[in-house]
């Protein structure tokens, strides 16, 4: 992926050798879930219930989830994540008239998935590739994406989208803090399962939040951009 060397100063901001005129702090990152819940189907309850698999027991006897038998009726049906992908491009399209946007991507761990760019084809690849990503499935490493943040200068706003409960809540609203300190906004959107008393304490006011059934994920997500300064 590409990744342009971007530097912030009071006459704008440089990509490279070239001074690309955006407002102050016209930067946005997506910050997005990759966890294993994001791999879940969307859909009716009738076509969910078409689903066939088999039970993951863990070693405690506990339920830990169905491996789904990818058929032809499972085929046909999208991923959270497929949906939310859906959203990104849509977000990056409409932000890209006034922001550089940028990609973070957190699973058990996390990772800068694209450096914020005005590059629309670029992002588009990027975005395209989430699917096929190794952090795709595991944990929820929100406090790792945030940190990524804390170390960049200039970004506005950070859009975090995820469907769960992060894996260190109180570091992860560390970094949310010291984000914010810095004069990053923080906008979360969380699907109805998320863990919703955390987001109401890592956003940066009520107004910069969106809960979204999944199969709204993508409208969410893509909507959210009407929230940027």
Sequence with gaps: MPREIIKVSKQG?????????????????????????MNMFVGTKEELALLKG???????????????????????LKTKLDVAMAGMQGFVDRALTTKLVGIILFGSSAVLHHTASFDSAALGKAIASVEQHP?????????????????????ETAVVVTDGK???????????????????????????????????????????SVRTSDAGLAVAIMDASRLLN
Excluded: C
């Design 13 to 37: 901001v440089k990509i490279g050798d070239k001074v690309v005129n955006v407002k102050k702090k016209g930067i946005v990152y997506l910050l997005i879930d990759l966890s294993d819940s």
């Design 166 to 208: 992060p894996n260190n809540p109180a570091r992860a609203l560390e970094m949310g803090k010291t984000l914010k300190d810095k004069g990053t906004e923080i906008l979360v959107i969380g699907t109805e399962d998320a863990d919703w008393v955390f987001l109401s304490k890592l956003r940066s006011r009520p107004d910069l």
């Design 135 to 155: 952090l795709r499935g595991g944990g929820t490493n929100l406090s790792d994406a945030l940190q990524i943040l804390t170390k960049m200068e200039g970004t």
């Design 54 to 76: 088999t039970r993951m027991v863990s070693p405690d006897g506990g339920l830990t989830g169905i491996r789904v038998e990818m058929n032809e009726h499972a085929r046909r």
